[in-house]
């Protein structure tokens, strides 16, 4: 690439450092038109002044990386400056001046490095998602497909596709030779694989959305009161009135680092009051897609029933609110008091890392995830093709659509719209 690009690398405002990236061929000629410096040894942090005109504008240091040795593969240099809006700003006039050197556009360094192999395409949005990170498990999982697990579970998957389609090609260059069932049984074992990861994938879509906490049950069992306790902060009214919460209140938590969404949902009752029926609508609407449900109960009302749908749920906690004015047999908690409040938080923690905890890396984001059921379906095509013409066919568009995931096959929509969600100096 012939342009040179800048940007900043640390957020615009007041501060004590700021640090300023350059990559492409003129980074030296900058480097030695505005410091004082003219010959720079790569790694090492040299310590100089930044020169406008015949003006020192700031003491800076740069260190210096060279081509291939560095983020984009290309000659690299990174200026630490003072955080001064002024400092910044000249810095960046001056190297907007200098020949073929422009502003990065968003997330062009990265994309550079991916154009370079120096990290592949779903290495790219690890790290997207590691500067996204909010938790400490999001920044784990982030690190991990980083360091290459997740794009190289897709690559191995490529290589297998590649020898079955050899295998299956030989045939048409040599028709007499007799072709094996053996490609057929390697290309469901690929299949059985892809569904596993498609399966399990959900985890991952949950570690950047969040898991979704909802709290249910009838009006004035308190269910917004929980809501308060398990954050430890008022964020929905609590009144005796019946009916007081009509719309989903939510707010997201950090449970053993993975992110969950507690939502408290309206009293489940039937009513004619148009307002609160949609709320109770809203309500169910959440309960179904709820992750985790904590069904709320009253332990000062005699005779209840839990409901079955209640029952049904894969993953509930019935809990019997007001402890501190009756005790009631199973999990009694007051969300008055903080009665067991602490021992439901350990059931929810609880609940939460066995739904999330995996050994084997899954899929984060819903890119992949529909690029292999496209390549699952190709492949499905495949088995149930006559003619060896069209199997070899499905099985070059499955080897693309993996391809695609990676960026090993670069399509210029995957990767503007990858890169578009980045920083500009990233």
């Given at each position: 690439?012939?342009?040179?690009?800048?940007?900043?690398?640390?957020?615009?405002?007041?501060a004590?450092?700021?640090?300023?990236?350059?990559?492409?061929?003129?980074?030296?000629?900058?480097?030695?038109?505005?410091t004082?410096?003219k010959?720079?040894?790569?790694?090492?942090a040299?310590m100089?002044?930044?020169?406008?005109?015949?003006?020192?504008?700031?003491?800076v240091?740069?260190?210096?990386?060279s081509?291939?040795?560095?983020?984009?593969?290309?000659?690299?240099?990174?200026?630490?400056?003072?955080?001064s809006?002024?400092v910044?700003?000249?810095?960046?006039?001056?190297m907007?001046?200098c020949?073929?050197?422009?502003?990065?556009?968003?997330?062009?360094f990265?994309?550079?490095?991916?154009?370079?192999?120096?990290?592949?395409?779903?290495?790219?949005?690890?790290?997207?998602?590691?500067?996204h990170?909010?938790?400490?498990?999001?920044?784990?999982?982030?690190?991990?497909?980083?360091?290459?697990?997740?794009?190289q579970?897709?690559?191995n998957?490529?290589?297998?596709l590649?020898?079955?389609c050899?295998?299956?090609?030989?045939?048409?260059?040599?028709?007499?030779?007799?072709?094996?069932?053996q490609?057929?049984?390697d290309i469901?074992?690929?299949?059985?694989?892809?569904?596993?990861?498609?399966e399990q994938?959900?985890?991952?879509?949950?570690?950047?959305q969040?898991?979704?906490?909802?709290?249910?049950g009838?009006?004035?069992?308190?269910k917004?009161?929980?809501?308060?306790?398990?954050?430890?902060?008022?964020?929905?009214i609590v009144?005796?009135?019946?009916?007081?919460?009509?719309?989903?209140?939510q707010?997201?938590?950090?449970?053993?680092?993975y992110?969950?969404?507690?939502?408290?949902?309206?009293?489940l009752?039937k009513?004619?009051?148009s307002?609160?029926?949609?709320?109770?609508?809203?309500?169910k609407?959440?309960?179904k897609k709820?992750?985790?449900?904590?069904y709320?109960?009253d332990?000062?009302?005699?005779a209840?029933?839990?409901p079955a749908?209640?029952?049904?749920?894969?993953?509930?906690?019935i809990?019997?609110?007001?402890g501190?004015?009756?005790?009631h047999?199973?999990?009694?908690?007051s969300?008055?008091?903080?009665?067991?409040?602490?021992?439901?938080?350990?059931?929810?923690r609880?609940?939460?890392?066995?739904?999330?905890?995996?050994?084997?890396?899954f899929?984060?984001?819903e890119r992949?995830?529909?690029?292999?059921?496209?390549?699952c379906?190709?492949?499905?095509?495949?088995?149930k093709?006559?003619e060896i013409?069209l199997?070899?066919?499905h099985?070059?568009r499955?080897?693309?659509l993996l391809?695609?995931?990676t960026?090993?096959?670069?399509?210029?929509?995957?990767?503007d719209?990858v890169?578009?969600?980045f920083?500009?100096?990233?």
């Amino acid at each position: 690439m012939t342009e040179t690009i800048f940007a900043p690398s640390t957020a615009l405002g007041q501060a004590g450092i700021a640090v300023i990236r350059i990559s492409g061929p003129q980074v030296k000629s900058v480097l030695k038109k505005h410091t004082l410096l003219k010959e720079y040894k790569a790694r090492y942090a040299h310590m100089t002044y930044w020169i406008s005109g015949k003006e020192k504008t700031d003491q800076v240091i740069v260190i210096y990386y060279s081509a291939p040795h560095s983020f984009t593969g290309e000659d690299v240099a990174e200026i630490q400056c003072h955080g001064s809006r002024a400092v910044i700003q000249q810095i960046l006039q001056d190297m907007s001046a200098c020949p073929s050197c422009r502003m990065a556009q968003a997330g062009e360094f990265t994309r550079r490095a991916l154009y370079n192999n120096k990290m592949d395409l779903t290495q790219a949005e690890g790290l997207l998602d590691l500067i996204h990170s909010q938790t400490k498990e999001q920044a784990r999982w982030a690190m991990r497909q980083m360091g290459g697990e997740l794009g190289q579970i897709y690559q191995n998957w490529r290589q297998d596709l590649i020898k079955i389609c050899a295998q299956v090609e030989a045939y048409i260059d040599f028709p007499e030779e007799e072709i094996t069932g053996q490609y057929a049984a390697d290309i469901q074992k690929l299949l059985n694989q892809i569904h596993q990861h498609i399966e399990q994938g959900e985890k991952g879509l949950k570690l950047a959305q969040g898991l979704l906490c909802v709290i249910a049950g009838e009006p004035n069992v308190g269910k917004s009161s929980l809501l308060n306790a398990l954050l430890k902060k008022d964020v929905a009214i609590v009144s005796t009135t019946a009916g007081t919460t009509r719309d989903v209140i939510q707010a997201q938590v950090d449970l053993e680092g993975y992110p969950v969404i507690i939502a408290d949902t309206a009293g489940l009752r039937k009513t004619q009051a148009s307002l609160e029926k949609e709320g109770i609508r809203r309500a169910k609407d959440y309960v179904k897609k709820s992750d985790i449900l904590i069904y709320v109960m009253d332990s000062t009302q005699k005779a209840q029933v839990i409901p079955a749908w209640v029952q049904k749920h894969p993953c509930a906690l019935i809990v019997y609110n007001k402890g501190d004015k009756k005790e009631h047999d199973g999990l009694c908690i007051s969300a008055k008091t903080g009665k067991n409040i602490d021992v439901l938080q350990n059931k929810l923690r609880k609940k939460v890392v066995d739904m999330m905890s995996s050994s084997t890396p899954f899929l984060t984001h819903e890119r992949y995830k529909e690029t292999l059921q496209k390549c699952c379906e190709s492949l499905q095509q495949s088995l149930k093709a006559s003619e060896i013409e069209l199997i070899a066919e499905h099985l070059h568009r499955a080897i693309r659509l993996l391809g695609e995931i990676t960026g090993y096959v670069r399509v210029d929509e995957i990767l503007d719209q990858v890169f578009s969600t980045f920083c500009i100096g990233k």
